[in-house]
């Protein structure tokens, strides 16, 4: 039982997700994927587009994030994003549509290093949730 | 006196008037309840959003390196005033008030000779503004179109917002909006974003000791135009409750008014009936007497 921690989703319209029996959580977080456990330390970090997995004695579930802020303080990981999807449940017109969007965005010309990254990540994400 | 037809016609009109605000408060109860149950839901994401801030902004080390939207430009000559309204009327004082804490807030930077922008959210406060600041209003937004309160249309003022400071177009940034507190009292709120003030970010006295991935300063300047869209975000659903929760109580009173009213009108109504008959009755007896 001890290796349970708590797990906040919140979106600015409601909370999204609260579970007490989380054993991991996988995060994209900016500078690379970062798995979270019980007792990790106190940390903040932003996410970039990518499948977030939650991991309890229930099972696995895997959600699509566009951003997001994480904090984990006193064994409570709470993630605040504004769009975030269960990958089960997911719209498929949804990421294509968000797929050609986002392709449009890269050819635009005037991007920075940070942005080409991110939207480039993004659309490998896509690609690989609309390939499944 | 008006004549008993006059008076008939004019219970029935009062009696549809109230037919009316009757339907309005029993849609804006319904509304209120989403509108409230909505804000609850949306707090949890602000605090936090809140409390993240507060550790950051604790937790950096170069105070005078810091973002501009969390230290400001230095300067407090430009004013940037964004008042949240409704779209639509009939709600009470709801509008009225939020304009007069704006006034008032705009009389006091123009007596210090400061300078004076303005941006309108909600077309009732366009409208009242118009007469009186119209060379002062940079920008009106309205979201009529969009039934419900979404966080993109949040986004799309705090990005206007941001992008006129990216450009120095101003130094201070302030809301005005209404705060939530019952279905009775909605209190007028004045809420400085930018530069953010370190008395509405709550007590320092808890420090942590975060880890930053990447460092405060990346993570800063990510986080604050974001910090931005939520606290206008809120100041959006707590509009929209208190606008719901106005409406409610004003279309409450209008209602029982026209209660009164109605009950006026029909004890006059019934007095001139009775005033007429017994006339007739005179006048009836008064003639058979005379033959």
Known sequence: MSEEFKLEIVNPEKSFLSKEDVTEVLVPAYEGDMGILKDHISIISFLKPGILKVFSKNGEDKYYVEDGIIEFKDNTLSILTSSIFSLDKIDRSYVSQSLSDTEKLLSKEDLDDQSRFLISQKIDVLKSISSN | MAS???????????????KITKAMKMVAAAKLKRAQENAEKGRPYSEKMNNIILNLSNGISDKENAPKLLAGTGNDKVHLCVVLTSDRGLCGGFNSNIIKKAKAYFTKITSEGKNLKIITVGSKGYDQLKRQYNDKIVNKISFKESKNINFFDAEKVSKIIIESFQK?????????????????????????IIPLKSSET??????????????????????????????????????????????????????????????????????????????ELIEIISGAESL
């Open chain 2, 202 to 279: 709550g007590n320092d006295n808890e420090k942590d000791n975060y880890e930053f991935e990447p460092d405060e300063d990346e993570i800063l300047s990510n986080l604050l135009p974001k910090n931005i869209s939520t606290q206008i975000f809120k100041a959006m659903l707590e509009n929209s409750a208190s606008e719901q929760g106005s409406r409610m109580s004003a279309m409450d009173n209008a209602t029982r008014n026209a209660g009164e009213m109605v009950d006026k009108l029909t004890i006059q109504y019934n007095r001139s009936r009775q005033a007429a008959i017994t006339k």
């Open chain 2, 4 to 18: 008993l037809d006059d008076l008939k016609k004019r219970i029935l009109s009062v009696k549809s008037t109230q």
């Open chain 2, 168 to 192: 120095n177009q101003f130094d201070v940034c302030t809301i005005f909006y209404n705060k939530f507190k019952n279905v009775i009292t909605q209190i007028p709120q004045a809420q400085q």
